[in-house]
């Protein structure tokens, strides 16, 4: 049975920095891309950034480059956001996914799903 699990969300002053983590347990974890969306109250889940399976290609979403690095490390089959400079519409609730391609990475594409973690970013 697989099982993302994120953990590190919570409550920072705009302008701050958050690391999200996500554990992995049933994946051939090596094997797929990783990604992170987010969903904010009344909004479309939306796509934050992804990895692939070898690390060597990120993508980001437009709202989030140049503050956001997702990073993973196969063996310990975890998966990171490293968020900085957060602003109030990063509030949301992130979600930790794996699919089988980085690039372009839908939520419609996305294999598995974890179950969330808040990011509340006041003003």
């Known amino acids: 049975q697989v099982q993302l699990v994120e953990s590190g969300g919570g409550l920072v002053q705009a302008g701050g920095s958050l690391r999200l983590s996500c554990a992995d347990s049933g994946l051939t974890f090596s094997l797929y891309a990783m990604g992170w969306f987010r969903q904010a109250p009344g909004k479309e889940r939306e796509f934050v950034a992804s990895?692939?399976?070898?690390?060597?290609?990120?993508y980001y979403g437009d709202s989030v480059k140049g503050r956001f690095t997702i990073s993973r490390d196969n063996a310990k089959r975890m998966v990171y956001l490293q968020m900085n400079s957060l602003r109030p519409e990063d509030t949301a609730v992130y979600y930790c996914?794996?699919?089988?391609?980085?690039?372009?990475?839908?939520?419609?594409?996305?294999?598995?799903w974890g179950k969330g973690t808040l990011v509340n970013v006041s003003s």
């Open positions: 996914a794996a699919g089988d391609t980085a690039q372009a990475m839908g939520a419609s594409s996305v294999n598995y």
């Open positions: 990895i692939n399976s070898i690390r060597d290609s990120t």
